[in-house]
């Protein structure tokens, strides 16, 4: 089992940063990729990054390229999302993911591929 709890949301203004942390344990060498999603009211939840623990690939999704970055930390079995320039549309809770199975750029954007989820961090963006 993967445990993962997700940390730094909150509400920030416009145009504000925030940075994101999901802290891993349990049994953490059965991760091949971790994923950050995110869930609007009333939406589906839908891809925002993904990381590849070993090599430290990444994937992101078109609509938040330039803004979001996504690294991990091996060493504390943590992965962060830094997110820049927060628009209002960016509201939204933050789910991270990971996953047991061989990543490739296409599969970490799909729900179905990750085994384990955090519970959430709320980001609210005001304009």
């Known amino acids: 089992q993967v445990q993962l709890v997700e940390s730094g949301g909150g509400l920030v203004q416009g145009g504000g940063s925030l940075r994101l942390s999901c802290a891993a344990s349990?049994?953490?060498?059965?991760?091949?990729?971790m994923g950050w999603f995110r869930q609007a009211p009333g939406k589906e939840r839908e891809f925002v990054a993904a990381?590849?623990?070993?090599?430290?690939?990444?994937n992101y999704a078109d609509s938040v390229k330039g803004r979001f970055t996504i690294s991990s930390d091996n060493a504390k079995n943590t992965v962060y999302l830094q997110i820049n320039s927060l628009k209002p549309e960016d509201t939204a809770v933050y789910y991270c993911?990971?996953?047991?199975?061989?990543?490739?750029?296409?599969?970490?954007?799909?729900?179905?591929?990750?085994?384990?989820w955090g519970q959430g961090t709320q980001v609210t963006v005001s304009s």
């Open positions: 993911a990971a996953s047991n199975f061989p990543p490739d750029s296409v599969a970490v954007t799909r729900t179905t591929h990750y085994t384990y």
């Open positions: 349990g049994r953490t060498f059965s991760r091949h990729a």
């Open positions: 990381v590849w623990w070993s090599g430290g690939s990444t």
